[in-house]
C-alpha cells in the first residue's frame, strides 16, 4: 500500500490522543487479499457502523416526534385500539432498535480498542462476508452456531 493510498488528517482534540483519519474511496470494499483488519478495512467499518447508527437514530426521533404529534381524541373505540396497537408495535420495534445501536457502540469500541473483527470466543478472525453483512458480529459463523445450538439445547430443558 503506497502512501498516496491512504491519505491522513491529523486531528487534535483536548484530551484525546491525536488520530489519523483514513481516508477510503467512495467504492472501496474490503477485500481478502488484502491484510485482515488493516487501517482502510476498520475505516470502512466504522463508516458503516456509524451509517447505520445515525440511521436508527434519525427514525427514534421520528417516532418521538409523531407520537407527540400523533395525540389525539379518536371517538370511535375500535379505531382508538388499532391506533394503539401501531403505537405499541412502533414502541417495541423501537426499543430492539436501541438495543441495536447498544450492539454498533460496542463495535466502535472494538475497533477503537483493536478487537474488532475477531471471534470473541476463539480468538479468529470474522470473516470479511460475515462482517459485511453483519457488522456487529462478535464470533465467527461457526462459533455462532455452536452458541445457538447450545442455547437451544438449555431452552429445551
Given amino acids: 500500500m503506497s502512501k498516496q493510498d491512504i491519505k491522513t488528517n491529523l486531528d487534535v482534540d483536548e484530551g484525546e490522543p491525536?488520530?489519523?483519519?483514513?481516508?477510503?474511496?467512495?467504492?472501496?470494499?474490503?477485500?481478502?487479499d488484502e491484510p485482515f483488519m488493516n487501517e482502510r478495512q476498520l475505516e470502512y467499518f466504522r463508516h458503516k457502523l456509524l451509517a447505520w447508527r445515525n440511521d436508527l437514530l434519525a427514525g427514534s426521533r421520528d417516532t418521538i416526534e409523531g407520537l407527540q404529534d400523533g395525540t389525539r381524541a379518536i371517538p370511535d373505540v375500535a379505531d382508538r385500539a388499532s391506533e394503539e396497537t401501531d403505537r405499541s408495535l412502533e414502541l417495541r420495534t423501537r426499543d430492539r432498535q436501541r438495543k441495536l445501536v447498544a450492539k454498533i457502540d460496542q463495535a466502535l469500541r472494538r475497533i477503537d480498542e483493536g478487537e474488532y473483527g475477531y471471534c470473541s470466543v476463539t480468538g479468529e478472525p470474522i470473516s470479511l462476508m460475515r462482517l459485511s453483512a453483519r457488522p456487529i458480529a462478535t464470533m465467527t459463523l461457526e462459533a455462532q452456531e455452536r452458541h445457538e445450538r447450545r442455547e437451544k439445547v438449555h431452552r429445551d430443558d
Fill in 18 to 32: 491525536m488520530k489519523a483519519e483514513v481516508f477510503l474511496p467512495d467504492d472501496y470494499s474490503p477485500a481478502e
